[in-house]
């Protein structure tokens, strides 16, 4: 058995759990998953990150103390595992003791290796992200990866000598090309190497909420220092008793770290230099995947633009939501959220092509024999062909998820799903039961769908576990490893169990399924600055628990809004849509078409020559096929209609609001 450690980044937790963060575990898991049904024997890791100073800082304006603050975040994190049906074998939070004595012992090796010195650090920080930001990387004076105002720092530090790095990690690099992925992010991290490490700052005094740095305890360790870490503690690292030495040997170095994109840096050179420091192995494989952006920009709670995983869950269904991530976010590259692609994807391929193919093969079975799956008869073309399909898919399937390209995977599988629904339409069974002498190609028929099916569901299951969990209560079947998995093992005479609707369509249109406007992410932020074009109206109120993340904001944060004054030239109700508006409006010499969901307090014809205040500045959003170039500024009470802003004096259009 061979083992496989996979881990997720751990969380910050000044923020709570959002779809970004849903989706790394959730494809871990389904990677776990799989490697579980291949036979390995795997450790799947994930937790929280929870000291630095922001966390400090987000406790004290929640008005609570940092543990008390930790532990309802950090709780909020394993939360979301149970709540997606993840089967991580350990959270580990970085305030635990174990955690702690990691930390230590790591950085007692790395000065042991003379790689530690005392040094000034100053310079600028972004405390969002926990990174020093070199002043030439600076965009407009902030953080270029959150966009956060960084903050200058000049305080005693211990450094560590990532520059001796250099050579050994170009090195490291060179024999192990498979050690990032996607390739191109190798190539970028080794041209950044290439053009020189400087020593890292590896400790603060500034605050109190970390790791003491080992006999200096004026010093707490830098958060990415002891985050990385995490990795090791939850193999039992520094203990030496054979127990131990014997688990850090089967699962270390050979660990796959999925990570977002915007971590690489960290993971791919900080952490095998630290590692190597310690006379210990780099990790065997990085894979980074991309962002989930909402209305163009990265989805994050420093953009305010946040969509929550639980209300897609409670709409959707977990498996459906798992299903749209992995099926949408090609491994590497960025991909859209929207309600629209769930609701899509959902109707299309989950109820659709699925829920159908379910559908029939269960009924059929059902009404033509009597609930018990009959004997294949014949191997016509059709049949062979079909037969064929399934085992190409297979071998397709287990082998996209060892590169651990689930598009793909789901991708293939659709194609089988899609053509076993196809080889049902050809041989109409419906037809071929009012034949008696058919019989034979009627129970092929049957046969060969239901254990296509039952192949199916074997190949969904890291991604859809319930899904295939049902698949498999249908057909009367139980969940088998991939090892050995193959089209027409399904036993002659399995008799079927209940049959239920997998996947029922959803026919509502998204603003009746959730009372909502369609412009309005699900869950999305109540920030409307960073919103799609919703009014205040029409956002969801924030959840109770957000109220630790409500942070207030700096005078230049408000300046980021462009509120103009505009005139409206003309309005018309859109098409099936119950809220929304589409206003062409005047904004100084500016004509722009904005969307706005004020038809149920509006009738358009009342707006023409209104004066009213925009948000000019939102990057355009598409709702129900129209380009919105903007927000209009509503006030609203409880559940109440919006009522647009005006002014009792004379105004120009394009003045702006502050
Ligand atoms: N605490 C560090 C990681 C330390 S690992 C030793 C951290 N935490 S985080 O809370 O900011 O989480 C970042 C991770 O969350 C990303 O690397 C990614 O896995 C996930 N995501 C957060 N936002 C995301 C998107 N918008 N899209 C996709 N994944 C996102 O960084």
Request: net charge negative; with cysteine.
């Amino acid at each position: 058995m061979s083992a496989f450690y996979i881990t997720t980044p751990i969380y910050y937790i000044n923020a709570r759990p959002h779809i970004g963060h849903a989706y790394t575990t959730m494809v871990a898991d389904a990677i776990a998953r799989s490697r579980r049904l291949r036979g390995d024997d795997v450790f799947f890791l994930t937790g929280t990150d929870e000291h630095g100073q922001k966390v400090e800082r987000a406790a004290q304006k929640a008005g609570v103390s940092t543990p008390a603050f930790a532990d309802e975040v950090s709780a909020s994190f394993r939360q979301m595992c149970a709540d997606l049906h993840v089967t991580n074998d350990d959270f580990i939070r970085t305030t635990e003791p174990r955690h702690r004595d990691a930390a230590q012992a790591i950085w007692r090796k790395v000065a042991a290796a003379g790689d530690i010195y005392k040094g000034d650090y100053e310079g600028w920080y972004c405390t969002v992200d926990e990174i020093f930001v070199p002043e030439t990387q600076l965009v407009d004076g902030a953080c270029p990866t959150c966009g956060s105002k960084v903050e200058r720092l000049k305080e005693e530090s211990y450094y560590f000598r990532l520059s001796k790095y250099q050579q050994p990690l170009l090195d490291f690099y060179a024999a192990h090309p498979d050690f990032l992925q996607p390739a191109f992010r190798l190539n970028e991290i080794r041209t950044f190497v290439e053009s020189g490490l400087q020593d890292l700052s590896i400790s603060r005094t500034s605050f109190q909420w970390g790791i003491p740095v080992p006999d200096d305890p004026a010093h707490v360790m830098y958060v990415w220092f002891d985050a990385l870490t995490n990795y090791l503690t939850a193999l039992g690292f520094p203990a030496d008793d054979p127990a131990t030495q014997d688990r850090l040997s089967r699962y270390w170095p050979t660990v796959t770290h999925l990570v977002g994109k915007e971590i690489i840096r960290q993971h791919a050179i900080y952490w095998p230099a630290f590692l190597m420091s310690a006379g210990m192995l780099p990790p065997s494989r990085i894979i980074a995947h991309g962002f989930w952006l909402m209305g163009g920009a990265k989805m994050s709670k420093s953009f305010g633009n946040v969509a929550r995983y639980q209300e897609y869950a409670e709409t959707f269904g977990v498996d459906a939501l798992r299903y749209f991530v992995m099926r949408e976010m090609p491994l590497g590259q960025d991909a859209n959220f929207s309600d629209d692609g769930v609701l899509t994807r959902f109707n299309a391929d989950l109820a659709n092509d699925l829920g159908n193919l379910v559908s029939r093969a269960t009924t059929m079975v059902q009404r033509y024999c009597g609930g018990i799956v009959p004997a294949p008869h014949v191997q016509e073309a059709l049949d062979t062909n079909l037969r064929a399909a399934v085992s190409t898919t297979i071998e397709r399937v287990l082998a996209n998820f060892e590169g651990f390209q689930i598009t793909i995977a789901l991708q293939d599988t659709w194609e089988l799903i899609r053509a076993v629904n196809k080889y049902i339409v050809e041989r109409e069974p419906w037809t071929l039961a009012k034949q008696p002498d058919r019989r034979a190609h009627l129970e092929t028929t049957l046969y060969e769908a239901a254990d296509a099916l039952r192949v199916i569901a074997a190949l969904v299951d890291p991604v859809m576990p319930d899904a295939a969990t049902r698949i498999r209560g249908m057909l009367g079947v139980r969940q088998e490893p991939w090892t050995g998995l193959a089209g027409g093992t399904l036993v002659p005479g399995t008799r079927l169990g209940t049959i239920e609707p997998l996947f029922p369509r959803i026919e509502k249109t998204l603003e009746e399924l959730r009372g909502m406007s369609t412009d309005t992410p699900a869950g999305g932020t109540t920030d409307p600055a960073t919103t799609t074009p919703a009014t205040p109206a029409t956002a969801p109120a924030p959840p109770a628990a957000a109220a630790a993340d409500n942070s207030r904001i700096s005078i230049d944060d408000f300046m980021k809004v462009d509120l103009r004054v505009a005139t409206v030239l003309q309005a018309e109700a859109v098409p099936k849509s119950r809220k929304l508006l589409k206003l062409t409006v005047r904004v100084g010499a500016d004509d722009r078409t904005i969307l706005a969901g004020i038809a149920e307090a509006y009738a358009p014809e009342a707006l023409v020559g209104r004066t009213i205040v925009i948000v000019a500045n939102l990057k355009p959003a598409k709702l129900m096929g129209i380009e919105s170039n903007g927000m209009v500024v509503a006030a609203s009470g409880d559940g109440g209609k919006p009522v647009l802003l005006g002014f009792s004096e004379a105004t120009e259009s394009g003045w702006r609001v502050r």
